[in-house]
């Protein structure tokens, strides 16, 4: 199985702070990374697919990047709204498997 | 629009099963994957499994395998997922997921776009 390991664990930002949270896979992926953000008692929202493609009506804020294991999600002025749990996935091979989420909390 | 909407929650004493469905509305349901994925408490979300809504196919995690049946009910157009023998730890959130488009009996490997609401089990003796 690949192992999706992200980076920081949690995170206190401001409104209006950029963030970025790395994941790295244990192997290569060929950019078939999702990003997904999740908010308490809420099934996870894909933010964006295939590493840097936005999913429609998701604010323009939200980029990310990477390639071969190294991928970003950044966030470039944080608003109210995106504090939240963020998750990385690899849908590269079978299983699909998520790294193990980002807290971001309000500073 | 695409929906899914799962069963509502379930308590289970170990050692029961636990069928929890989902309904497809919005879309051609036999054209697609359907996937199980399920967050216990303050961990990760994991793959349990997925079935190719058309031809019934199945794969699960290796995790799983022996305790998870995932079937479907294309008249209904309804995903069903089957967990045995449960323990403590299956008390989780399980959720549907939709996945990518299946044709000539294979389907394409994709993010998951459409999540149904999630179905809270707990198992408590």
């Known amino acids: 199985d690949i192992q999706m390991t992200q980076s920081p664990s949690s995170l206190s930002a401001s409104v209006g702070d950029r963030v970025t949270i790395t994941c790295r896979a244990s192997?290569?992926?060929?950019?078939?990374l999702a990003w997904y953000q999740q908010k308490p008692g809420k099934a996870p929202k894909l933010l964006l697919y295939?590493?840097?493609r936005l999913e429609s009506g998701v604010p323009s804020r939200f980029s990310g990047s990477g390639s071969g294991t190294d991928y970003t999600l950044t966030i470039s002025s944080l608003q109210p709204e995106d504090f939240a749990t963020y998750y990385c996935?690899?849908?590269?091979?079978?299983?699909?498997?998520f790294g193990q989420g980002t807290k971001l909390e309000i500073k | 629009q695409v929906q899914l909407v799962q069963s509502g929650a379930e308590v289970k004493k170990p050692g029961a099963s636990v069928k929890v469905s989902c309904k497809a509305s919005?879309?051609?349901?036999?054209?697609?994957?359907m996937h199980w994925v399920r967050q216990a408490p303050g961990q990760r979300l994991e793959w349990m499994g997925w079935?190719?809504?058309?031809?019934?196919?199945?794969k699960y995690s290796q995790k799983f395998q022996g305790r998870v049946t995932i079937t479907r009910d294309t008249s209904a157009s309804t995903a069903y997922m089957e967990l045995s023998s449960l323990r403590s730890e299956d008390t989780a959130v399980y959720y549907c997921?939709?996945?990518?488009?299946?044709?000539?009996?294979?389907?394409?490997?994709?993010?998951?776009?459409?999540w149904g609401q999630g179905t809270l089990v707990t198992v408590s003796s």
């Open positions: 997921v939709r996945g990518g488009y299946c044709s000539g009996g294979s389907c394409f490997a994709e993010y998951f776009q459409h």
């Open positions: 919005g879309y051609t349901f036999t054209s697609y994957a």
């Open positions: 079935i190719n809504a058309g031809n019934g196919n199945t």
């Open positions: 192997q290569g992926i060929s950019n078939s």
């Open positions: 295939a590493a840097s």
């Open positions: 996935q690899q849908y590269y091979s079978t299983p699909q498997t």
